[in-house]
């Protein structure tokens, strides 16, 4: 059971959305550990909360996370620039201490090079008609209040999660057809940068193949599908979905982990016990929305 990962990487969170998977994907990132965490665009909804999105306090709690994991494991992140969130324009590039914030990156890892970049940026319809665009976010937004509807029901009758806009987008030719010009695209743009893969995002269509002998790499989305791409330190990517994830399975191996001398691997379980608690340590500082 690994929990320490070198790089994981996530997109289209979405946050300020009713739909997004916020206290998901932090309990998420709660359990696993790692040198670099990219937030590959679409974090924040910044269209939606232009218009009738709202920002809740899970939504703080997410950045809450990401910030812990700054300061108690060193890990680096890297938030790069996404349609939804394109209100970075005006602050890139931008780095503080161990948060860089940027359009794309190259990352190399085991004598590979990955393209790293939301995708958007490929997407024709985005870039040049942004009118329809939009459209097409009202659209997808109403698929996914029409989706809890149907889960809703779902739920009370015992059946599992059913999810409609991506049923919608398989039966759809032109979304079919769409979705695989969008991978051809990237891999062709990949190679194009002298780079061994891509990773992306936007699309909400978790993947992991070859593309042309170019690996073609996308995390998914925290809307819907709610996985991660996560790299482990002999390069090796795999797809994580939180749904399947054993949580007790992986609380059960970070105690055993603790108690064997190993707790550097996992997130220790016990909360530090102290007699002596020092004045500062009383009333601690709290982040707040």
């Avoid at 920002?55 to 996370?65: G, L």
Wanted: charged share 25%.
């Amino acid at each position: 059971m690994k929990t320490h990962f070198k790089t994981i990487v996530v997109s289209d969170v979405h946050l300020g959305t009713r739909g997004s998977k916020a206290k998901e994907i932090a309990r998420f990132l709660k359990q696993y550990r790692c040198e670099n965490l990219i937030l590959n665009g679409d974090i924040i909804d910044g269209w939606q909360l232009k218009k009738s999105g709202t920002w809740k306090r899970k939504h703080t709690r997410f950045f809450n996370r990401i910030l812990k994991m700054i300061e108690n494991h060193q890990t680096k992140v890297y938030y790069l620039r996404g349609n939804h969130d394109d209100f970075l324009d005006q602050i890139l590039p931008l780095q503080i201490g161990n948060l860089s914030i940027q359009t794309d990156m190259i990352y190399e890892s085991q004598g590979k090079k990955y393209f790293i970049t939301h995708g958007d940026i490929f997407d024709s319809i985005t870039t040049n008609l942004r009118w329809i665009a939009y459209l097409g976010d009202v659209g997808y937004t109403f698929l996914l209040w029409l989706n809890r509807i149907v889960n809703h029901y779902r739920f009370k009758r015992g059946l599992p999660y059913f999810s409609l806009s991506q049923y919608v987008k398989s039966k759809v030719k032109s979304a079919v057809s769409y979705i695989d010009e969008y991978e051809k695209e990237l891999a062709k743009m990949a190679r194009a940068k002298g780079c061994d893969g891509i990773i992306c995002g936007h699309i909400h269509k978790a993947e992991n193949r070859e593309i042309d002998k170019v690996h073609y790499l996308n995390s998914g989305d925290w809307v819907e599908t709610m996985s991660a791409l996560a790299e482990d330190h002999e390069g090796n990517w795999q797809l994580i979905y939180y749904n399947e994830i054993d949580f007790k399975e992986i609380r059960d191996h970070q105690i055993i982990s603790f108690f064997e001398g190993g707790s550097e691997e996992g997130i220790i379980p016990l909360r530090q016990v102290s007699f002596e608690n020092k004045k500062d340590d009383l009333n601690p500082p709290a982040f707040r929305s």
